[in-house]
């Protein structure tokens, strides 16, 4: 199973990106789906998360500017990010736990490699 992100990139301040992260392999189901960032010499933290029934939840930090959505017939959750601040500048990495029945069968976490956003004049 891989997660690939993708949709990063250099914006300014106000501005907006979308970020799509899509899982592949041999995945029966997939349970909670969510979005971390890490900025320079801090620790990750959570963005937002969003359950397989559409539960929604958000950072403080972003409520109100950032969406989080997700297309279960594509295995593949977004976010939105409107309104972008210099502080939202980060590596932002795509979460999700999904079952697989192959190999050892059970329920993992996973990671996607990390996609740099860039806030900045």
């Known amino acids: 199973v891989q997660l690939q992100a993708s949709g990063g990139g250099l914006v300014q301040p106000g501005g907006s990106l979308r970020l799509s992260c899509a899982a592949s392999g041999s995945i029966f189901s997939i349970n909670g789906m969510g979005w971390y960032r890490q900025a320079p010499g801090k620790q990750r933290e959570l963005v937002a998360t969003i359950s397989s029934g559409g539960s929604r939840d958000y950072a403080d930090s972003v409520k109100g500017r950032f969406t989080i959505s997700r297309d279960n017939a594509k295995n593949t959750v977004y976010l939105q990010m409107n309104s972008l601040k210099p502080e939202d500048t980060a590596v932002y990495y795509c979460?999700?736990?999904?079952?697989?029945?192959?190999?050892?069968?059970?329920?993992?976490?996973?990671w996607g490699q990390g996609t740099q956003v860039t806030v900045s004049s």
């Open positions: 979460n999700a736990v999904i079952v697989v029945l192959t190999g050892t069968p059970g329920r993992y976490e996973y």
